[in-house]
């Protein structure tokens, strides 16, 4: 590995750390979707900094090229933040659904009373 791509990857996992971090600080991104992103970003600084142990994490597991972990893991946290967010997304869904109904009933029972007298005497 030359030292460029050592100090790259470096820079690359520091840089991702702090752009979660900093969104976090400025409430634009919630703890709970940055966990992933955080656990993404810690396991690319260690790697990073610990190349040897990419190489003996492969030959444990059994791939032939550690970069190919790389990718699996890369994978892993991208469908974990996908299921995560098809999760979020569900209940969000039900909750506007239920507030769809409640507007409606509200609106309902507004025009009822806003309705003319006649209306309610026949």
Known sequence: MSVASYILGIAASVLTLTVVIE???????????AVWWLVAGMFALVISIF???????????????????VFFVSLLVLFLVCIQHAAELTKLEDKVRVLAEEAALHELRLSR???PSDNRAS
Do not use: D, F, K, W
């Open 23 to 33: 969104m976090l600080r400025r409430r634009q991104l919630r703890e709970r979707h």
């Open 51 to 69: 190349p040897s142990l990419l190489v003996a994490a492969a030959e444990v597991i059994g791939i032939e090229i550690p970069t190919n972990l």
């Open 113 to 115: 009373l806003e309705s």
